[in-house]
Structure formats: structure tokens, C-alpha cells
Nanobody, 121 residues
Framework: QVRLVESGGGLVQAGGSLRLSCAASGRTFSSYAMGWFRQAPGKEREFVGAISRSGGSTYYADSGKGRFTISRDNGKNTVYLQMNSLKPEDTAVYYC??????????????WGQGTQVTVSS
């Protein structure tokens, strides 16, 4: 089982930026596609974006297109979510997840514990 630990959340003003990190345990990190999700208070968890095993391909939900960038460093067993031009509606707990495959963000192998992002207006 892969253990995932997110970090980098915090309080930021609207228009600001944050970079979230997700560190994975184990030696097989490069074998997995990874995804980022978020859950706002009173709402269901939603998909943010995904990255392929090599990091060469990414795709995003409409909410983050043009503002969010996912990257990974397989040598450090870490995946990142760079968030720019943040809006108050981006306020949520952000989770990373191991995906069953790059094109399937609905089948999750394991979740991290989440990190809170709060965007003030």
C-alpha cells in the first residue's frame, strides 16, 4: 500500500499562489498515475487534475485549467500542485491520490490525509 502525505496548504489572499506537495512512500511511485482532488465544506470531493506516470501528460478539470499545474519528481517520490490566481471558491481540503490508471480518475488506489487551503477575499 502506498502512503501519501500532503503538505503546503495554508491561508492565502485571492490572487495569490500556493504549491502543494504530496510525498509517497515505497519504491513504485513512478509506476502510478497520480491525481489531485479537493473537497469544499458541504460539497462532494471533486477531481482537480491528473498526471501520468512519467509526468509527460496532464489533464485538468475546468475549474483549474490555466491556473493549476501538476508536476512530479519521480526521484523524490513527490507530486506537486501549483495553484496560481487563487479564488475564494478554491477554498477546500486538497487530497492527492494514486490512480488506477491515468485516464481513470474515478478509481482510486489510495488517498492522502489532505491539506487545507483557504483563500481569503
Amino acid at each position: 500500500q502506498v502512503r501519501l502525505v500532503e503538505s503546503g496548504g495554508g491561508l492565502v489572499q485571492a490572487g495569490g499562489s500556493l504549491r502543494l506537495s504530496c510525498a509517497a512512500s515505497g519504491r513504485t511511485f513512478s509506476s502510478y498515475a497520480m491525481g489531485w482532488f479537493r473537497q469544499a465544506p458541504g460539497k462532494e470531493r471533486e477531481f482537480v487534475g491528473a498526471i501520468s506516470r512519467s509526468g509527460g501528460s496532464t489533464y485538468y478539470a475546468d475549474s483549474g485549467k490555466g491556473r493549476f499545474t501538476i508536476s512530479r519528481d519521480n526521484g523524490k517520490n513527490t507530486v506537486y500542485l501549483q495553484m496560481n490566481s487563487l479564488k475564494p471558491e478554491d477554498t477546500a481540503v486538497y487530497y492527492c491520490a494514486r490512480l488506477s490508471s491515468y485516464g481513470d480518475y474515478k478509481t482510486i488506489g489510495s488517498w492522502g490525509q489532505g491539506t487545507q487551503v483557504t483563500v481569503s477575499s
